[in-house]
């Protein structure tokens, strides 16, 4: 028994139908309470690819024979539900993908810096303590935090530890929280609760520290258009390489923010949910293991580059405008992190490029523009 919580969300949704295709004999329960579709309408904003409701996905789910994968409508800030949840069900493995993703959301006024905060971190506290509680403390918890806990340091960042030299040898200690947005400190909190339940209770940890994750498609999501994956272009909730590719086929300049020549991790939605697969395949030994989830540095003027390109084969000409940064970051930053554990125990296979992951976005995005042209004052901060 397979539990998936975020089953709706941009990550969570392809996901779900991958644990599908990968695992036919485990019964798949996927949770969500659909926030994102009402945080992305509250900012004035849709995905650019309709999504359908939950009701006709799971029948194109049917159709597909796919017959093990269901769905439950709940809550996971509310510890009655999760401990009812983990109690009928007892998975064998739960992976948590559902949070407040969005760093600019967080900064909108101090009640979305407290929603987020509270929101995210009693999710994954009622998890922990449902676990520990109900005696599942064999079950190996999935977690997706994210990349931005380490800041922007001028060293290689390694995937979640430290080695120092103490007086006595050696020494492994946690990566300290760098965040720099109230939502990445969310996450900061989550991995200090990871850390403490494992150290309390020995459960089996995977932290996957998820970078920026773009694109439009995976093998599953095009199978049936009732399948097709949300798409978010907007300020908020509209990752810079999805949101660039919405600006170019809104014939709008592509905005950069100040020199936009610092290094993000990113990775193709295609790989974000392939390695979401094979951690579920794991040994599940009672480890706590950190996995940075990236394949690619890129900077900004990268990204519109890598769109232009897609643009002009396609007989399109798109304009790169450097405006004011309205985030606080260091603009030059060439960020240097740790992969290796990552690329060769999750990911395991040539990772998708830049160009053929924005190529792909451009191609299946095109039938959609007049959609992103609409709502394109949405792609702004304002």
């Known amino acids: 028994m397979i539990l998936l919580t975020g089953a709706d969300g941009y990550l969570g949704w392809p996901a779900f139908l991958k644990l599908g295709k990968a695992f036919p004999e485990e019964q798949i329960i996927g949770v969500d309470n659909f926030s994102r579709r009402q945080w992305v309408d509250t900012v004035g904003s849709v995905s650019a690819i309709p999504v359908e409701t939950m009701e006709k996905r799971m029948e194109a789910v049917k159709r597909l024979g796919l017959h093990h994968l269901h769905f439950i409508e709940g809550d996971l800030a509310d510890q009655d539900f999760v401990y009812q949840l983990l109690q009928q069900f007892k998975p064998d493995t739960i992976i948590h993908l559902a949070a407040q993703p969005s760093a600019p959301y967080s900064h909108i006024n101090g009640k979305t810096a407290a929603f987020t905060q509270e929101n995210n971190n009693s999710m994954l506290r009622n998890l922990l303590w449902g676990m520990h509680e109900i005696g599942l403390e064999d079950t190996h918890l999935i977690v997706t935090t994210t990349t931005g806990v380490y800041g ?13 030299q103490g007086d006595n040898g050696l020494e492994r200690i946690p990566y300290p929280g760098m965040a720099t947005s109230w939502y990445h400190m969310s996450r900061a909190n989550d991995i200090n609760n990871l850390y403490v339940a494992h150290h309390l209770w020995k459960l089996p940890i995977t932290d996957i520290r998820t970078s920026i994750i773009f694109g439009t498609d995976t093998e599953e999501t095009k199978q049936d258009e009732a399948l097709a994956n949300r798409f978010d272009f ?9 949101r660039f590719c919405a600006q170019a086929l809104a014939n709008v300049p592509i905005t950069i923010y ?32 950190v996995f940075n989830q990236a394949s690619l540095l890129v900077s900004p003027v990268d990204l519109g580059q890598a769109v232009q390109k897609a643009c002009s084969d396609r007989g399109l000409s798109v304009q790169l405008s450097h405006i004011p940064n309205p985030r606080v970051e260091k603009e030059e930053h060439q960020m240097k992190m740790e992969l290796s554990g990552f690329s060769k125990q999750l990911l395991k296979k040539e990772p998708q490029s830049l160009q053929e992951t924005i190529d792909q976005t451009i191609k299946t995005l095109a039938p959609y523009k007049e959609t992103i042209k609409n709502y394109q004052h949405a792609m702004l901060n304002h």
């Open 152 to 164: 922007t340091p001028e060293f290689t960042i390694p995937e979640g530890f430290l080695t120092l």
């Open 234 to 242: 907007d300020f908020y909730f509209g990752v810079v390489p999805n």
């Open 258 to 289: 100040g020199k936009g020549e610092q290094k993000k991790p990113m990775i193709p939605l295609e790989d974000a949910v392939i390695s979401i697969v094979n951690a579920v395949k794991l040994n599940k030994a009672k480890a706590f293991e």
